[in-house]
């Protein structure tokens, strides 16, 4: 068995306007929602920490647009862009962060804690590599039903080196499940880099090591990401097993917002500012000429226009009553 | 003999509960180590991969973080799991899963989301598998806010008590006792649950309440007789669950004899019984004509040589002695 690096092929480039649009939507929502997050940061009005996805939002756009609302889905404390992908709300996602009552999880989950039981999330998590053994549940009960559903789980790579990361893997393996385990390997886990904490160049390798059909992709290209996450997911739909998906990507900012980010170069970061999603993507929609300049920018417009009209909404949302405390412990 | 005087043992009732249920309830999968065609170590699981297969009797690897993870996962969407922990030693190493993950996405789902599963394990020492094979882990179940804490003394209470965690809409931990396998218990043929938060007085007595759960209600009840022939009537309580609490009982209780010992097997500092005196202490501290009394384990881990390891769990005279001391009789009352 071996790694399959996904290449991509001047095939991979023909899509249509409205496919384009909406990654092209997609990608801006995440953004700006990122963006949005940070301000609100600084007015105070998050509580905790937040842990900015600016930069990997080709990796929940090129999974989640293949993915439906019924099928399952495990991410980490960065997962907003993945919910926004999946199609959660912008105004329940920042009530939620607020700590409001009209947020996903009535305010008791916070900016590391998103759930949408429509949405089939079954959590952001706090806890690094937290969500790969839920998600594997979750395709445990797709394949026993047999509803035709799958499983996804998102990870950082820093995830690869808990225990828990290879029981899981070993497991969906052993049992043949649905689902698709997602690393996006944005080259530091926490405020170490991911060369310090592991040999291995590809963490692809650590799928293989099960036997589990792994892919390297670049990261940054939501229409690679769309592609291997259309096979890995017909794979996983028709019984054939689980996937993993190593998206090579880039942490434009630090850990958290507020991280001193005294572990990375200046010139780095400006290195990976050049090769960052939105702008590969615009290029490519320049290039291809699915979209002109001005639509391009309309479509942004738009898309941070909804953000902005959530952000002000939710500031506006009430707290949640404190009889709340008491509800939902068991 | 009526049905209803059947004798079985605790496995064997345990079995039955999960026969039971399973041929009901199709959405019930077991998960666990060896628990498939082996039948698992204490024989629970024996017959249920015969008669509902490798789908629902699933023999995982053993990674314990990744089958609780997974019966989690499991649980969240559609399925009622019961996971078995071989031994309660073996949760430590799934902590993350039961305690960060299943106690909690209730909660921080804001309701969205509830965790229908049963982790069963056993725990308890007396057989000389030594410190990593013989803990009684109950309180930090308890301790950590999301999950249900059962713990059965008999075959009966073994059948009834597992009946009712697999119909519950949340984690329960429920954890059975390694030397009570073997004992036999009636428990009728007809359909029976026994719900949760409800102690069970097992011997009303006049003199002192005692308090215990699982295998050491046995030892509070030999207590009990031995001291009959001093006349001296001591209540004997059952708690059954820890989460819930069955304070009400244990409050009338002390109301009538005005002294109260608790017996468990954990270890003494820092116990479910450190949580229970204070809150008689807070609640009816008018009541007590002599200090609450705790007997538990020593606090050591458990060591491998029988000899010290009965040095080192509750013993009957321990209870008997500081039940005189409760009531003066005794130098070293307070």
Same mark, same amino acid.
């Given at each position: ?177 649905? &689902? ?9 886990? !926490? ?13 692809? !390798?650590?799928? &293989? ?102 952000? !002000? ?18 | ?334």
């Amino acid at each position: 068995m071996e790694i399959n690096f996904f290449e991509a092929t001047e095939d991979l480039y023909k899509v249509d306007k409205s496919e384009a649009t909406s990654i092209w939507h997609g990608l801006n929502q995440i953004r700006f929602f990122e963006e949005a997050s940070i301000k609100a940061y600084k007015k105070g009005l998050i509580g905790g920490s937040v842990h900015p996805y600016i930069g990997q939002e080709a990796v929940a756009v090129g999974i989640c647009r293949n993915l439906n609302n019924t099928d399952y889905m495990t991410t980490t404390y960065r997962g907003r862009g993945h919910a926004l992908a999946k199609g959660a709300d912008p105004f329940k996602l920042f009530a939620e962060m607020f700590g409001r009552k009209s947020g996903y999880c009535k305010g008791k989950g916070g900016p590391m804690h998103i759930a949408s039981k429509e949405l089939g999330m079954l959590g952001a998590n706090g806890i690094v590599a937290g969500g790969i053994p839920i998600a594997v549940g979750g395709a445990l009960t797709a394949k026993r039903k047999g509803e035709g559903k799958v499983a996804v789980t998102f990870f950082g790579d820093g995830a690869t080196n808990q225990g828990v990361f290879h029981e899981s893997l070993n497991l969906a393996a052993v049992l043949q499940l649905p &689902i698709i385990f997602v690393c996006e390997n944005n080259l530091y886990s !926490e405020m170490t880099p991911i060369s310090d904490s592991l040999l291995n160049k590809d963490l692809a !390798e650590r799928g &293989i090591a099960y036997h589990i059909h792994s892919v390297v992709v670049d990261g940054n290209d939501p229409l690679a990401v769309d592609a291997v996450a259309k096979e890995a997911i017909e794979r996983a739909r028709s019984g054939n097993g689980p996937t993993f998906i190593e998206a090579k990507t880039y942490r434009l900012l630090g850990h958290m917002f507020g991280d001193s980010e005294t572990y990375r170069t200046k010139e780095e970061v400006q290195e990976w500012w050049a090769k960052e999603p939105l702008k590969i993507f615009k290029e490519q929609c320049l290039q291809y000429e699915w979209l002109s300049e001005r639509e391009l920018e309309e479509v942004a417009e738009e898309a941070k226009e909804e953000i902005n009209a959530s952000y !002000e909404q939710a500031v506006l949302d009430e707290e949640p009553s404190l009889e709340e405390v008491y509800t939902d412990v068991y | 003999m009526s049905t209803n005087e059947r004798m079985i043992t605790y496995a064997e009732a345990l079995n039955e509960a999960l026969k039971e249920e399973m041929e009901k309830n199709e959405d019930i999968i077991l998960l666990g180590e060896d628990i498939g065609p082996y039948g698992g170590v204490f024989n629970v699981t024996k017959g249920l991969f015969e008669r509902y297969g490798a789908e629902r009797v699933i023999d995982t690897p053993i990674s314990e973080a990744g089958f609780a993870g997974a019966g989690i996962g499991a649980a969240m969407t559609g399925l009622k799991p019961i996971v078995e922990f071989m031994w309660i030693d073996f949760t430590f190493v799934a902590m993350d899963q039961i305690l960060n993950q299943g106690a909690k996405m209730a909660y921080m789902s804001g309701g969205q989301t509830t965790v229908p599963i049963v982790f069963r394990t056993q725990g308890g020492g007396g057989r000389g598998n030594a410190a990593q094979h013989s803990q009684s882990l109950e309180t930090i179940f308890a301790h950590v806010p999301g999950m249900k804490v059962v713990l059965p003394s008999s075959p009966y209470d073994a059948k009834g008590l597992l009946k009712t965690a697999i119909r519950e809409n949340c984690p329960v931990m429920f954890i059975e006792n390694k030397l009570l396998y073997n004992t036999k218990g009636h428990v009728p043929e007809e359909e029976y649950t026994i719900a949760f938060g409800q102690a069970n007085v097992l011997v009303e007595g006049e003199d002192i309440t005692m308090v215990s759960i699982s295998r050491s209600v046995h030892l509070s009840l030999e207590a009990a007789e031995a001291l009959k022939a001093e006349g001296i009537h001591a209540e004997v309580i059952d708690l059954r669950t820890l989460v819930p609490l069955d304070i009400e009982t244990i409050k009338d209780s002390v109301k009538k004899t005005n002294r109260l010992i608790i017996v468990h097997e954990a270890a003494k500092s820092f116990g479910w019984g450190a949580e229970l005196a204070a809150q008689i202490s807070e609640e009816v501290f008018d009541y007590l004509d002599a200090p609450v009394y705790r007997i538990g384990a020593k606090d050591t881990p458990i060591p491998y040589n029988m000899k010290l390891e009965k040095e080192v769990l509750p013993k009957v005279e321990d209870i008997v002695d500081d039940i005189k001391k409760s009531l003066y009789m005794k130098e070293g009352s307070k």
